[in-house]
């Protein structure tokens, strides 16, 4: 690691350099305590980023070309609980962050420990909670704007839970077909091999090799993984995904996981998709072979959700409505929940 991160705590996937740390994941965070009256971020690329103290957001604001960017706390005296949660989805792209500091009159904590309660999420723009923030029918070109990853359903469980967490999540993208086959080379189960996978493309194109930007599946083992992935294989413009396809891919990637992170519980989440509403028939399935071969670690589940968001995405009421549901699921099986 850089030496400006010995004071943070990191989540979500960063991939840490001499000179910076960069991340392309939407709720990617840092954490640390400090005593200050202000804050400094030295960050590069395109994104939003939202700052909290104490858990109550005191500031959002975006980024891009490379830039140190203040951000006033709320000045009460004593030591605070900071977070900097990057909200925007980088698809493709990524951010670096090159400095935290404080004002000068300010000093950092020791950093905050490691959660003992590990969730991973896999998804694709209803994980990401894309257009969240803003309703059908608006200017899609708003989507920027109107994404905040700190107010989906994945972010609310892992905070409510007090857990570290990874939301890996790509918009458009498919297990085996994306949204009316754009970019079909990159699907989620390639995306997800790489640390930085927003930059994964441009990466390789450059010359880099992919075994040096591969992400280290030992550096984070979830005890609980929540898969929400297939919603763009059935959906937009067909051919839509062969069903054998589809299924050989699941099963293939509930093997990769269950190998990596031994032990692990997965939760298999389905919805209605249009036009055939094949998704959660074929997800079933998928959960029936997988009970019928013995296994006992996974559970499934349908949402209904409210896509009155932008572009037909779940608005922000409705990412609350989907955590509600799923949130006793998840502590079952991490086996969080109270007696």
């Known amino acids: 690691m850089n030496e400006f991160s010995k004071n943070l705590l990191f989540t979500g996937r960063w991939e840490h350099g001499k000179e910076y740390s960069r991340t392309s994941a939407p709720a990617a965070m840092v954490q640390f305590k400090a005593a200050a009256k202000s804050l400094e971020f030295e960050l590069e690329g395109e994104a939003r980023f939202r700052v909290d103290e104490d858990g109550k957001e005191i500031a959002v604001f975006t980024t891009n070309s490379k830039n140190v960017y203040k951000v006033k706390t709320t000045g009460s005296a004593g030591s605070h609980a900071y977070r900097l949660i990057k909200i925007s989805e980088s698809n493709p792209g990524g951010v670096h962050l090159y400095r935290v500091a404080t004002d000068k009159s300010g000093k950092f904590e020791e950093p905050p420990k490691p959660s003992n309660r590990r969730i991973e999420f896999i998804g694709d723009s209803f994980t990401v909670g894309f257009g969240d923030e803003g309703q059908n029918g608006q200017d899609e070109s708003l989507v920027f704007e109107k994404t905040n990853a700190s107010k989906s359903f994945a972010f609310l469980i892992a905070d409510g839970y007090k857990a570290d967490f990874q939301v890996n999540a790509f918009s458009g993208r498919g297990l ?88 692990v519980k997965f939760l298999l989440l389905s919805t209605k998709v249009w036009p055939n509403d094949d998704l959660t028939p074929t997800v079933k399935a998928i959960y029936d072979a997988q009970k019928a071969a013995g296994k006992s670690d996974l559970e499934f589940m349908t949402l209904t959700t409210a896509n009155v968001g932008l572009l037909g995405h779940p608005d922000i009421h409705s990412h609350e409505d989907m955590a509600k549901a799923i949130r006793p699921v998840v502590g079952r099986l991490g086996r969080w929940l109270s007696r």
């Open 176 to 263: 085996v077909r994306n949204y009316d086959n754009i970019v079909p080379e990159w699907p989620i189960p390639r995306l997800y091999e790489f640390t930085v996978p927003g930059e994964a493309p441009g990466d390789i194109a450059n010359g880099i090799a992919e075994s040096t930007i591969r992400y280290d599946f030992d550096s984070f083992h979830p005890q609980v993984i929540v898969l929400f992935i297939g919603i763009n294989d059935f959906q937009g413009n067909p051919p839509y995904a062969k069903h054998d396809a589809f299924k050989k891919a699941y099963a293939n990637l509930l093997d990769k996981l269950r190998k990596a992170h031994p032990g």
